[in-house]
Nanobody, 115 residues
Framework: VQLQASGGGSVQAGGSLRLSCVPS????????IGWYRQAPGKGRELVASLSLGGSTYYAESVKGRFTIAGDNAKNSVDLQMNNLIPEDTAVYYC??????????WGQGTQVTVSS
């Protein structure tokens, strides 16, 4: 499956951004969709994910600030990021699990938060 990610940008601390991930097939056919991020000099970190059954996962560092949700009308999974802090600066990647071992990646989108 191909994934189209959009919505990155630059904001000041305290601001908000919304990332959108649109897969080339119905989101209902995927086991889960999530967002990873990679900051300069750091490894890739799972930020949030949404399973087919509606279960969500959030990294501890974003709980209470980020929300992942599906939009059936747009066939997308969006990541609403509020109260952004400089530590959220990273390249964000959308990914989709078709099975436990079949994972697809979208292109990265840059999020920059200035203090």
């Amino acid at each position: 499956v191909q994934l189209q990610a959009s919505g990155g940008g630059s904001v000041q601390a305290g601001g908000s951004l919304r990332l959108s991930c649109v897969p080339s097939k119905s989101t209902s056919s995927l086991n889960a969709i999530g967002w990873y991020r990679q900051a300069p000099g750091k490894g890739r970190e799972l930020v949030a994910s949404l399973s087919l059954g509606g279960s969500t996962y959030y990294a501890e560092s974003v709980k209470g600030r980020f929300t992942i949700a599906g939009d059936n009308a747009k066939n997308s999974v969006d990541l609403q990021m509020n109260n952004l802090i400089p530590e959220d600066t990273a390249v964000y990647y959308c990914c989709a699990w078709q099975s436990a071992t079949q994972i697809s990646w979208g292109q990265g989108t840059q999020v920059t938060v200035s203090s």
